[in-house]
């Protein structure tokens, strides 16, 4: 405790230079602490009398996901996830999300080791509301998300927070591998690249341990397949939609004018969007079609879903094998300027899952 302690002190020190106040650094490091201090090994929860059979079952599962991604991915496990930290709290973290009206370069924050992030993380959503209504005032789209994990990026042995056991099997063992990709490869300034490739693999990773755990055709290997089909296509819905808006951005037109013709891509994009997903209701994203979209919402989802296509076909080009495409991402990734840039153009045509399968900019 005594190192997690000096680890503590010394990240907070280095937090100081980001330019938050004193009272958002020590509410961070008070939480932080908190979840540390409340650490039991996963091994002692599992050894107690009374703990309930589906909960028992997620724990040993999240020790079999710890050896896959270590064994299986090689991942950069570390002690992460061997323990369980219960937090009573509904939701840990209030995320903010702040992006010109008229423009798609968001507001960002600047933290030491990771650079400029478009998003802040609150403990307290009043305090997530009050920096919301201040970049509002500016002119800024802005959204608050409940977050219920994060990682430390290695910096701690992350535990298994208590709320995430309220997950069904697929998404906790999805939450977990996308957290430990976290811990193995970060590209500092590039957080749709690091959030979109932890989502490539943790659910190209749920598609592979489940089958091994219960069988190709069990009802958690089918549903990891179904669930990365439907990202992709979203995700090449979510390029299309994107590609008009920056374009209109772009144009030389007033900015009342700009904001007129947004809503009018919204209201295709979502029309698109419903007309793809006809008769599929309960896709995992069919609740896209109904929102009330801005660019704070769609920079929320675009951050984990940008440009999926292109590492399945780095996926592809690597034989399906995840473990050499999560080496491959890391070598291309390592000098690129946009790491991006440094993967293969997606190869499928106008197929559902790459953006030229919707036609959001001229669609009627």
Not at 90 to 118: D, N, Q
Not at 165 to 170: G, I, Q, S, T, Y
Not at 246 to 263: A, F, G, I, S
Request: proline content about 6%.
């Amino acid at each position: 405790m005594v190192a997690t302690f000096r680890r503590s002190l010394w990240a907070i020190l280095l937090l100081g230079l980001c330019g938050c106040s004193p009272e958002y650094l020590i509410r961070a490091a008070y939480e932080e602490g908190r979840i540390l201090w409340r650490r039991t090994p996963i091994t002692t929860v599992l050894a107690e009398d009374g703990v309930a059979p589906d909960v028992r079952r997620k724990l040993e599962m999240v020790l079999e996901l710890r050896d896959f991604a270590a064994d299986g991915l090689r991942l950069n496990v570390g002690g992460s996830y061997s323990a369980y930290s219960h937090v009573d709290r509904p939701v840990l973290l209030h995320v903010l999300t702040a992006v010109p009206k008229t423009s798609f370069e968001p507001h960002t924050w600047w933290f030491p080791f990771v650079g400029r992030i478009p998003y802040k993380g609150y403990f307290d959503r009043n305090d997530a509301s009050k920096e919301a209504d201040s970049l509002a005032a500016r002119g800024h789209d802005t959204s608050i998300r409940p977050a219920g994990a994060f990682s430390t990026l290695g910096w701690f042995d992350d535990p298994l927070l208590g709320r995430l056991l309220k997950l069904d099997r697929l998404r906790l063992a999805d939450v977990v591998l996308h957290e430990l990709l976290h811990n193995t490869l970060f590209v500092p300034g590039s957080v749709a690249f690091n959030e979109s490739l932890a989502n490539f693999v943790g659910k190209r990773g749920a598609i592979e341990f489940f089958p091994r755990r219960h069988g190709p055709q069990s009802p958690e290997a089918r549903a990891a397949r179904r669930a990365w089909r439907e990202e992709v296509e979203f995700s090449g819905m979510m390029m299309e939609l994107v590609k008009c808006l920056r374009e209109l951005y772009r144009e030389p037109v007033p900015e009342t004018e700009k904001l007129r013709r947004r809503e009018e891509v919204f209201a295709r994009g979502q029309r698109q969007w419903a007309k793809a997903l006809d008769g599929r209701p309960d896709h995992r994203h069919a609740s896209f079609s109904r929102r009330k979209l801005d660019n704070a919402v769609i920079l929320q989802r675009l951050l984990y879903v940008t440009d999926l296509a292109r590492f399945e076909e780095l996926y592809r080009r690597e034989g399906r094998d995840l473990p050499r495409a999560i080496e491959a991402v890391r070598k291309v990734s390592r000098d690129a300027g946009d790491p991006f840039d440094a993967l293969p153009a997606s190869s499928g045509g106008g197929t559902p899952g790459t953006a030229s399968a919707y036609a959001v900019c001229n669609a009627s």
